[in-house]
């Protein structure tokens, strides 16, 4: 399975817009990338996902780079409730839908 | 929550006794699986479901078996646990999603509350 890379930790304030990097270098043409994040004392809960375009949902945004070697997951106004843990994972397109965890990003929001 | 249930919620057991864990859904979605969490790590796949009676490892299935006899439940069986499995674990679902805004249908997965196990 192909590798991400995230920063361990960023910090935001509140309200302000926060960009959460994602390396991927290895990934396959057929790797679709996905977002979950986990809050505390919960399960992840998935945020959003793409292939190749950019990506917009009521949650978020993610922006993926031509090589798709990389992609960020933007919030445009962190609140406090985005606390949490957010996980970026190559899913493999096969049949078995499993997903891949690494470490993640803990996302501090600051009031 | 697409309906998943996980029992217990907490468990503290002693080494080498037999534990298992229940996820329960309740829309009969062909995938089911078992992940840990541990301190430090991410979530990290311990066996999967695809069907009644089909079942296959994940990346840490030593010391774990799992049997699916019925679409709505994946049992997690620890056959004699060891200290080293004293972890949280969670029970998620693939479900099929439309996209709203068009395009190809994708597969999201929906976790559990977890449980948490505690072997002395």
């Known amino acids: 399975d192909a590798k991400t890379t995230q920063p361990n930790s960023m910090e935001s304030n509140e309200e302000e817009p926060v960009h959460l990097p994602c390396n991927h270098s290895t990934i396959s043409g057929t790797d679709y990338i996905h977002w979950y994040r986990q809050l505390p004392s919960q399960g992840p809960e998935y945020v959003i996902h793409g292939l190749t375009s950019n990506v917009n949902n009521r949650m978020a945004s993610l922006a993926i780079a031509e090589d798709r070697k990389s992609s960020t997951l933007i919030l445009h106004r962190a609140t406090l409730r985005d606390a949490a843990v957010y996980y970026c994972?190559?899913?493999?397109?096969?049949?078995?839908?499993?997903?891949?965890f690494g470490t993640g990003t803990r996302l501090q929001v600051f009031p | 929550d697409a309906g998943i249930t996980q029992s217990p919620r907490h468990k503290v057991t002693e080494t080498g006794t037999p534990v298992t864990l229940r996820c329960h859904q309740t829309?009969?979605?062909?995938?089911m699986y078992w992940y840990r969490q541990d301190p430090g790590h991410g979530l990290r796949l311990i066996h999967y479901?695809?069907?009644?009676?089909?079942?296959d490892k994940g990346e840490v299935s030593d010391g774990y078996s799992v049997s699916r006899s019925k679409t709505e439940d994946f049992l997690l069986t620890l056959e004699s646990a060891t200290s080293s499995q004293t972890s949280v674990y969670f029970c998620?679902?693939?479900?099929?999603?439309?996209?709203?805004?068009?395009?190809?249908?994708?597969?999201?997965?929906?976790f559990g509350p977890g449980t948490r196990l505690t072997v002395l």
């Open positions: 998620a679902i693939s479900v099929i999603r439309d996209r709203t805004s068009g395009g190809a249908v994708y597969n999201e997965q929906f």
């Open positions: 994972i190559l899913r493999e397109l096969d049949n078995t839908d499993k997903l891949i």
């Open positions: 479901s695809y069907g009644v009676k089909d079942t």
């Open positions: 829309e009969n979605h062909r995938y």
